[in-house]
């Protein structure tokens, strides 16, 4: 009896591992298909050899990504290279420009909603619960005539305007949540002193929440990468685009086969981004344990 | 020193306020610097009044036909409908600061009768520090959302009123007019819409077939994983889990597109090591068939989705009393009974706030749908209403704004509709809050 149990426990963990390694492979495989084939010469989806890795690698695709669109590549007589590293600062500055403008606005008016009465907090506050439901690409067309206005179509502040605003609802929110769990102790003890409400704020909250803005600010990041839907409808130029743009022209357009260097550009965004994602894992995780726990 | 006061003259203040915003708080009140921007703000309006006509009306009938001007020159439906929204909002903040005006007028007025004496510098720069700190501080937010977040829904809601589409209704050719309920007969009455009825209650299915199925294969498959990870048994949990956390940290849009890649019906790689290892003769129309495209976009959510799920039931399991279970030990109860009835049903009503917001987030999962499918296949109805066997409402949205003949009306009924579908999810998120427990609002 007791040798039964023992070759069924042990027959249970064999099959578990099988299913463990099945899905590690399930996991690994696009992630090592897209790496050989950034290092296959030829431009087609057609040519990447199906187990990974080619048999001679090259460094080809990431020449024609790097090379200036006006410029030819290295070694060949008519290819022109990609407006790739232009795109990357761009969606590099889109993404620095909404964390900032994002983390002051938000902090300060989480900060105003939890701890101040100001006219007509309840209409303010309810309507944002609802607003931050949305995606914000419903009122598309209209967003395009107020840029278009504000002259700011083609431009890269016109969607960091329209991103930082899309994402007030939500992230005011969240910084409210947080305030409210400090005490009211902290910023009693500085009017006290004398001190006015800006400059609590700014010197004695704002270091107390740090751990909240951290996340606010890893999350107002990444955010504009990868969206694909405001830069396609705002940014026109080829020289003006972000990443997520760039890298989906480059293999959904009509005559676009380029998989091996769209496999180039993806790994030039993923490798810093897993890098990020795992400096930045136990603030992410200790705010998604935060907010999927008690509340 | 102190000038003596007099309730009487106070008293007026409110209604001076009413005849003019301002006039009671620099008249009797000495409220200088909040009463002249007062009036300056009805200067403003009041110079503008025409303009403010002019846009309202715009508004109202959306231009007038002028075959005669070049088309530079003709009424634009659409500038004049944001421009009427836009103005109806100024007005809306003109009421508000009016009524506003006359209750501070009101309420600094008894203040200054119940204190005998007017502020003084000293409480006066007190008072605005205080009190102007919330105000100036959540203008800038509040300014921003109603630019680009309130003036844009308000226009989509009011578009679905209206025949803006292609190709007779796009100006500045061609003027747009208020249609009343017409785009909702076309969108839910089959007699009417023909093809569009028929496709929107395939789409609608299908976006809460999708919703439902996503989010739990997600969720199971993340808890599976999970479990089987904290088994004693199992050797390298580590490795595991690092190697399963990474679809989660990789930017979803280029995991889609490696996929819709490696799906590639004829240069796939997949299709081609399957027939290489001749398991199949015939590739798999993995994306080009409509019920294969189906299972194939639940299946890539799932890889997808997964780590997210495994790390919070794995926070949420960890977070179980150990006692329960060496109880149960006692108890004599196996590991599956163990599970069933301690970790399952303690980590699903932990877990639930998450996965009913997770649902509504899948109802709006525009990215999922659209990068790797587009959308398609094709079927019969698609020419028509360009809704493709995978889309669903969101993505469908998409295309009807995006691509030409561009519909804009019936856009905005189904952007009315995801409102309708998902206001009940934002009340249901809003509720178990803690402003919302401790009733602040």
């Known amino acids: 009896m007791k040798q039964h149990k023992i070759t069924g426990n042990s027959l249970a963990a064999f099959f578990l591992t099988i299913v463990l390694v099945i899905q590690a492979i399930l996991v690994l495989y696009p992630i090592a298909f897209t790496v050989s084939s950034s290092f296959t010469k030829s431009n087609s989806l057609a040519s990447t050899s199906i187990v990974p890795f080619p048999k001679e690698p090259s460094l080809y695709q990431y020449q024609r990504l790097l090379t200036n669109p006006d410029d030819l590549v290295k070694g060949t007589t008519d290819v022109h290279g990609t407006n790739y590293k232009r795109w990357y600062l761009n969606t590099l500055f889109v993404a620095c420009a909404n964390t900032i403008l994002t983390v002051i606005l938000c902090t300060l008016a989480g900060y105003i909603f939890s701890r101040f009465l100001f006219p007509f907090k309840k209409t303010v506050m309810a309507s944002m619960v609802i607003l931050q439901m949305f995606p914000s690409f419903i009122g598309m067309i209209a967003t395009y005539v107020i840029l278009w206005k504000l002259n700011a179509l083609n431009s890269l502040w016109g969607l960091v305007l329209v991103y930082s605003a899309g994402s007030i609802p939500f992230n005011s929110w969240l910084m409210k949540g947080y305030f409210d769990t400090i005490s009211k102790e902290y910023e009693e003890a500085a009017y006290i002193d004398g001190a006015s409400p800006f400059q609590a704020f700014r010197k004695i909250m704002i270091p107390i929440a740090k751990p909240e803005i951290v996340f606010l600010t890893l999350t107002s990041f990444t955010g504009p990468w990868m969206d694909f839907i405001f830069p396609k409808l705002i940014l026109r130029s080829d020289d003006k685009k972000t990443l997520a743009v760039g890298l989906y022209e480059m293999i959904s357009g009509r005559s676009a086969d380029n998989f091996t260097m769209f496999a180039a550009g993806a790994l030039l965004v993923a490798v810093p981004f897993t890098i990020l994602f795992v400096l930045g894992q136990k603030s992410l995780l200790q705010s998604l344990a935060g907010t999927g726990g008690k509340e | ?441």
């Open chain 2, 1 to 441: 020193m102190e000038k003596s006061i007099n309730p009487k003259k106070l008293r007026t203040a409110p209604i001076l306020s009413t005849i003019f915003m301002g006039l009671g708080q620099v008249v009797v009140l000495k409220e200088y610097l909040r009463g002249f921007i007062l009036m300056a703000f009805e200067v403003i309006i009041l110079l503008n009044c025409s303009s403010i006509f002019n846009s309202v009306k715009g508004l109202i009938t959306l231009g007038d036909p002028h075959p005669e001007l070049p088309i530079k020159l003709k009424d634009h439906s659409i500038f004049m409908m944001i421009t009427g929204i836009i103005t109806l909002v100024v007005l809306a903040i003109f009421i508000i600061t009016y009524v506003f005006n006359v209750r501070s007028a009101k309420k600094s007025a008894e203040q200054i009768i119940k204190n005998g004496k007017y502020p003084s510098k000293m409480e006066t720069r007190n008072n605005i520090s205080q009190h102007s700190f919330p105000s100036i501080g959540i203008l800038p937010c509040i300014l921003m959302v109603a630019i680009f977040t309130v003036i844009p829904l308000v226009f989509s809601i009011l578009v679905a009123f209206t025949n803006y589409s292609s190709p007779d209704h796009i100006p500045p050719k061609n003027l747009v007019d208020w249609v009343g309920l017409e785009n909702f007969k076309t969108m839910f009455n089959s007699k009417v819409g023909g093809s569009w009825t028929s496709s929107f209650g395939r789409v609608a299915l299908w976006t809460l077939v999708w919703a439902v199925f996503s989010t739990f294969t997600c969720f199971f498959v993340g808890f599976f994983f999970a479990v089987v990870l904290q088994d004693k048994r199992i050797k390298f949990p580590g490795f595991y889990r690092t190697v399963f956390i990474l679809p989660y940290a990789i930017p979803q849009m280029l995991s889609l597109f490696v996929w819709a890649n490696l799906l590639n019906g004829t240069f796939g790689p997949i299709n081609r090591m399957l027939q290489y290892f001749q398991l199949i003769t015939k590739p798999i129309p993995w994306l080009s068939d409509p019920k294969m495209a189906k299972l194939t976009l639940i299946l890539v959510n799932v890889w997808i989705g997964f780590p997210y799920s495994m790390i919070l039931t794995t926070s949420s399991m960890t977070a179980i009393s150990k006692s329960l279970y060496e109880a149960a030990t006692i108890d004599g109860a196996n590991k599956w009974q163990q599970f069933k009835s301690i970790t399952f049903p303690l980590v699903m009503r932990q877990l639930k706030p998450i996965l009913i917001m997770q649902f509504a987030g899948n109802i709006n999962n525009f990215g999922a749908v659209f990068f790797l499918t587009g959308g398609g296949p094709n079927v019969s109805d698609t020419i028509a209403t360009q809704a493709g066997s995978t889309d669903i409402l969101i993505s469908w949205i998409y295309k009807l704004t995006m691509n030409t003949p561009n519909q804009y009306n019936l856009a905005s009924v189904l952007s009315i509709l995801v409102f309708i579908v998902l206001v009940p999810f934002a009340l249901y998120n809003f509720m178990r809050t803690k402003s919302f427990k401790e009733s602040e609002i």
